[in-house]
């Protein structure tokens, strides 16, 4: 399959098993990670006003909110009230690339588990399947959700995936956070990230599976517990 780092981006979405091939050979994975990195600043510099706002109210539910003093919270909200484009190119860059280094920290752990199940593959491999595989689930993602929040002026009933059957519920309950994990383009991404790891690895694709989900759950359930414990 001869590609360009261009058509990448479509093929990703088109033909995902004959890229992640390609990836193998050659990962090009600082291609995806600016891909992900001007998505998720598109998204987070044009939906700053609305989700701003919103995560100072959800932080006053918190323990660390309670700790806060009035005059604290309306410091936080006084960041929102006059918004330059400065002010959401920067907002928007911070979101991008806190997103690339949560990435790699990310691909440390499926290293691990692709070494541990006794895969071939090398990090900078994996690092190509979970950069390219994360540009559909948080570049992609990012973009189709962006027109949904701006048109409800809210992100906290913005759900892909069956969280939505309970969204009534608020973004701090416990069903609602826990459904989330399972968002279109999340379980899009663990697909892809399978696909990957078959391919770099020379798994089996059962075994793929195997290892990329329990992977994924390790940190999904981890990091819904960690949250849980400041609620």
Known sequence: MNESVFTRFITIVTDPVATMNVV???PRWAAAALGIVVLVAVYSGATMHITGPEQVEMMQ????????????IDEQYAQYDEITLVKRTLTGLA??????????IVTLVYVLFGKVGGGAGSF?????VIMWANFVGMGLGSIVKLPIVLA?????????GPAILVVDRGITDP??????????????????????F??????????????????????????????????
């Open 61 to 72: 539910d918190t323990r660390f909110g309670e700790m806060m003093t009035p005059e604290q």
């Open 124 to 128: 900078k491999q994996t690092l190509g």
């Open 95 to 104: 979101g991008g690339f806190g997103t690339l280094v949560m990435m790699f």
């Open 24 to 26: 193998r050979e050659n």
């Open 198 to 231: 078959e391919s770099i690895h020379g798994f089996a694709r059962n075994k793929a599976a195997t290892v990329v989900v329990g992977a994924w759950l390790l940190m999904s359930l981890t990091m819904f517990g960690l949250g849980r414990l400041f609620m």
């Open 152 to 160: 409800k002026g809210t992100s906290l009933d913005v759900a892909l």
């Open 175 to 196: 069903l609602f956070q826990f459904l989330s994990m399972f968002d279109l383009f999340t379980l899009w991404t663990v697909v892809l990230m399978v696909l990957g």
